[in-house]
């Protein structure tokens, strides 16, 4: 009995813990870290004499990366300018043929005839 007696009272053992890391992927600090590195391994080469710097193909992607967006901004500049040259033919046109004069003059008449002021 005295086992069973004992077992009741002593205290019991603490878990060893819970020791949960989230796992949690950051690519743009990820891809900065990496950034991070290089340039410090660059400045310690550079420092021992034995830096040779990496061109191989960053030219092109950087050219390749802002004629993208230049092209973008060249077709809006494209399109607002036809756009500018259609208004103003249509506003050449309206003002050469004379509708605008008579449209304002027939809303004129009509306005006035309704407000009693003819």
Do not use: W
């Not at 040259?85 to 003059?105: D, M, P, R, W």
């Amino acid at each position: 009995m005295g086992g069973i007696l004992s077992a009741l009272t002593r205290k019991q053992p603490k878990p060893r813990g819970f020791r949960y890391k989230p796992r949690y992927y950051n690519a743009d600090k990820a891809e900065f870290q990496a950034y991070v590195e290089k340039l410090r391994a660059e400045r310690d080469a550079r420092d021992r004499g034995e830096y040779r710097p990496d061109f191989k193909g960053k030219f092109t992607s950087k050219t390749k990366r802002g004629s993208a967006y230049q092209r973008q901004i060249a077709l809006y500049n494209l399109k607002l300018i036809v756009v500018l040259i259609v208004v103003c033919i249509a506003a050449y046109y309206l003002s050469e043929s004379g509708h605008i004069s008579k449209g304002i003059n027939s809303f004129l008449e009509v306005f006035s005839k309704k407000n009693g002021l003819y």
